[in-house]
């Protein structure tokens, strides 16, 4: 049942993660810590965010191949940016077996609710291609640092952060974040597997539900008006922070 539950929750991350460019982390996280506890299988923080680093490169994988078909990923683009966000990815895994949940549950709450405000700022302005800000590269080794202090694959930062400092339009942004989050969790889920924190069942329910969901959702995105893009990219980054800002503050 847990592992059945965990696949149904890697599809629907899959399909949402390659809609909007984001690894599945950011539904995987709060919903495997919301479901598996309610089917008798306890699950950390920590353990969550393991096993969301596998829905990260299973979104890179599957979703990189649709968007590279349909010659939407800017391949030099993420080739040059990636490095800055594996050296975050490798300092974010290290910090997540430091800080306290709390902790890292309320940076992950701002950094969404700090997209979604720019996204939505942004959501007039014609979308064509400008000239890159000198603020792009530290831009992306932070949103390298919040996926694998997060277990997200970055697109929650690396979507705004290329198309506002990048000047990088909003679906090549999407479909080249996720070119780029596969690389960068690689290096991610090997500092959390070796900290002991991966559970393996459902690690690869997870991989394999986003595998398909991905593929369904890369089909998707491109029907999906760049306005409406920026508008359910925001609606669900919102929604996932008062989940988590209700979790860990609400009680306390």
Same mark, same amino acid.
């Given at each position: 049942?847990?592992?059945?539950?965990?696949?149904?929750?890697?599809?629907?991350?899959?399909?949402?993660?390659?809609?909007?460019?984001?690894?599945?982390? &950011?539904?995987v996280v709060p919903t495997l810590e919301f479901a598996l506890p309610r089917l008798g299988h306890p699950i950390t923080l920590q353990q969550a965010i393991a096993v969301s680093q596998f829905s990260?490169?299973?979104?890179?994988?599957?979703?990189?191949? /649709?968007?590279?078909?349909?010659?939407?990923?800017?391949?030099?683009?993420?080739?040059?940016?990636?490095?800055?966000?594996?050296?975050?990815?490798?300092?974010?895994?290290?910090? $997540?077996?430091?800080?306290?949940?709390?902790?890292?549950?309320?940076?992950?709450?701002?950094?969404?609710?700090?997209?979604?405000?720019?996204?939505?700022?942004?959501?007039?302005?014609?979308?064509?291609?400008?000239?890159?800000? /000198?603020?792009?590269?530290?831009?992306?080794?932070?949103?390298? $640092?919040?996926?694998?202090?997060?277990?997200?694959?970055?697109?929650?930062?690396? &979507?705004?952060?290329m198309n506002l400092l990048g000047g990088i339009p909003i679906r090549q942004a999407i479909a080249t974040s996720t070119f780029i989050m596969g690389l960068t969790a690689?290096?991610?889920?090997?500092?959390?597997?070796?900290?002991?924190?991966?559970?393996?069942?459902?690690?690869?329910?997870?991989?394999?539900? $986003?595998?398909?969901?991905?593929?369904?959702?890369?089909?998707?995105?491109?029907?999906?008006?760049?306005?409406?893009?920026?508008?359910?990219?925001?609606?669900?980054? &919102?929604?996932? /922070?008062?989940?988590?800002?209700?979790?860990?503050?609400?009680?306390?």
């Amino acid at each position: 049942m847990v592992v059945a539950a965990t696949l149904l929750i890697g599809v629907i991350a899959g399909i949402l993660g390659a809609i909007l460019g984001l690894g599945g982390g &950011v539904v995987v996280v709060p919903t495997l810590e919301f479901a598996l506890p309610r089917l008798g299988h306890p699950i950390t923080l920590q353990q969550a965010i393991a096993v969301s680093q596998f829905s990260v490169l299973a979104v890179g994988l599957s979703g990189a191949a /649709a968007y590279l078909k349909q010659g939407l990923v800017q391949a030099r683009t993420g080739y040059l940016l990636s490095p800055y966000t594996i050296l975050g990815g490798t300092v974010g895994s290290v910090l $997540v077996l430091i800080l306290p949940a709390r902790t890292v549950a309320t940076v992950f709450a701002a950094l969404l609710l700090y997209s979604a405000y720019n996204l939505l700022r942004a959501m007039k302005r014609v979308e064509t291609q400008r000239p890159e800000s /000198a603020w792009l590269r530290p831009g992306m080794t932070f949103a390298g $640092v919040m996926s694998g202090l997060l277990g997200i694959g970055g697109g929650t930062v690396q &979507v705004p952060v290329m198309n506002l400092l990048g000047g990088i339009p909003i679906r090549q942004a999407i479909a080249t974040s996720t070119f780029i989050m596969g690389l960068t969790a690689v290096a991610n889920a090997m500092i959390q597997q070796a900290a002991g924190m991966l559970d393996p069942r459902l690690a690869c329910a997870i991989a394999l539900g $986003v595998l398909v969901g991905a593929r369904l959702g890369a089909g998707l995105q491109k029907r999906i008006p760049d306005r409406e893009l920026k508008f359910f990219f925001s609606l669900l980054l &919102v929604f996932t /922070a008062g989940q988590l800002l209700w979790k860990y503050w609400g009680a306390a």
